[in-house]
């Protein structure tokens, strides 16, 4: 990957867009030595997200076939996510102590 | 682009994930399909982890089901990460859940959505209000 400065990114902006648009290139943008934002094709991106709605929609649907096949209830489950979430909770704080 | 932006909570994360029935499933299906950005932090990110990892959530999960790859699925579809947000005290009786709510205010969110009474019980935050799922439904449905 490509990395810039801020400064190349100023100076340059109009030659380092052409590059993402006609050669489908990828910039890091780096300020003070730090990675701060990445210039991509606008279509990788929507493909990336693409990608990623529907695999979260295939691991939901996979989930979602388990709770209709084992008949669990919404109720039962939303009771075990509070006590879930209240355990998180309270072995935080043992910790703190 | 949509200018709600909302931080969720763990349970609300959860839920959404193994509750297809309920109101956080809406939610996040609602931010995938564009009508809002879920604003989150690292903090959440682990606590969402945390509470994935308990028996008594695990037990409910397909074993098949990559709970770490669905929230980054989740997340790079519909989410703003913010950087680690810590500010001063805001519930006093649970400071663990203040990271909630500097998430919100670094992230500029318009709402905290959460089951948390003590949470529920700050109302607003610096321009976040504070509701809870079914609430946060309701209004993205009116607007």
Redesign the interface.
Known sequence: MNRITTLDLRAHMGELLDRVRLRFESFVVERKGREVAAIIPAERLRRLEDFARRRAAELQALQDEHVREKGYDAAEMERAIAEAARDVKTKRKARKK | MNAWRAVL???VW??A??????PA?KIVDAA?AGAFRIVTSPYVHA?VR??FS?P??R????P???EA??L???E??AADVVEEAVGPPVVPA?P?DDPYLWTAYVGAATHVVT??AQVLAVKHFHGAQVVDPSTFLRILRVT
Request: proline share 0%; net charge negative; aromatic share 10%.
């Open positions: 909570d763990a349970q959860i839920s994930a193994i509750n297809s029935a309920g499933r995938a606590e945390e509470v308990r008594a959530v037990r409910f999960l397909v098949r089901f990559d790859a669905w980054d699925f989740v790079v579809t649970d663990d089951r948390d």
